[in-house]
């Protein structure tokens, strides 16, 4: 069992049937490219790998080491973030998780997000504090007080097989769309969301928090344009847009969303990524 330094979080969090899942920490998401730390806080302090083929990297949010980030990348794909962790000693840091800073009592936390369901010993580390149906945990110095938070893609446990009863109709997703507002759209949207035009791939290159807000890679800026295009269409005209279902060996089945627009054919295809179809790839022509 690999063990490390536990982590850090800014939330954003989907609740379902009791189990709460944290994509978010700090400004990144679970599933972005491994190229997005690296751009966000540029120098490795370390890397390596465990014997089961699951990497890491360690990256400086304090010069003095009071606070860092840890990046695990899973075995079955090591260019998306599987796993987010901050920690540290620098009392007062805000986790953007719950209310929660680096440095609090046990008392402090327990007010904030309740009793933990289990509570193991992490040796000279001190105590790891777990929540059942959750993908977050935290860690608790020797002195009881916050150290970290770590979040992990749990999308195998808690969503084992995809629920095409999640598959978002026309007018449910095209509302999303049209509303422009960066939030609202980036709900719907895969962090490994890879964009096609004109022989170029565009992807979120930075920090979550910085895309949704500024639109860093300009992947909201294609969004918007690929919403003009499906509003110029008729859903109900078999000639202009189709649905269908991608199937592949080995894994999961995609929605593809086909479109015609001045005789060109245009491309949205739908992932299921944790417990939603969510805008994977998209191809403009």
Not at 47 to 69: N, P, R, V, W
Not at 134 to 160: C, M, Q, R
């Amino acid at each position: 069992m690999r063990t490390l330094v536990l982590l850090l979080a800014s939330i954003i969090s989907l609740s379902l049937i009791g189990q709460e899942i944290v994509t978010d920490l700090n400004g990144f998401r679970l599933g972005q490219f491994r190229e997005v730390p690296k751009n966000e806080l540029k120098t490795i302090l370390q890397q390596d790998k465990f014997e089961d083929g699951f990497e890491y990297e360690i990256y400086l949010l304090e010069q003095d080491t009071s606070a860092y980030m840890i990046f695990e990348y899973a075995n079955y794909d090591l260019q998306t973030i599987w796993s987010i962790q901050l920690t540290g000693n620098k009392e007062g840091y805000d986790c953007s998780f719950k209310g929660l800073k680096l440095g609090m009592t046990t008392a402090e936390i327990e007010k904030k997000i309740g009793n933990p369901s289990s509570i193991e010993d992490a040796g000279p580390y001190g105590k790891r504090w777990e929540y059942d149906q959750t993908n977050y945990s935290l860690e608790i110095s020797p002195a009881g007080l916050l150290a970290g938070i770590k979040i992990i893609d749990k999308s195998v446990d808690f969503y084992p097989k995809p629920d095409m009863n999640k598959i978002p109709s026309y007018n449910e997703f095209i509302k999303t769309l049209n509303s422009k507002n960066r939030k609202t759209v980036s709900e719907l949207i895969a962090p490994s969301i890879e964009i096609y035009k004109n022989e170029k791939v565009y992807f979120f290159q930075h920090s979550w928090d910085k895309e949704v807000k500024n639109d860093k890679s300009g992947i909201f800026k294609l969004i918007n344009e690929t919403t003009e295009m499906l509003n110029k269409i008729d859903p109900n005209d078999s000639l202009q847009y189709e649905e269908n279902m991608r199937l592949s060996m080995g894994q999961d089945p995609k929605h593809v969303v086909k479109f015609k627009v001045d005789g060109v054919n245009n491309e949205i295809v739908f992932k299921y990524i944790f417990g939603r179809y969510l805008i994977w790839e998209v191809k403009l022509n």
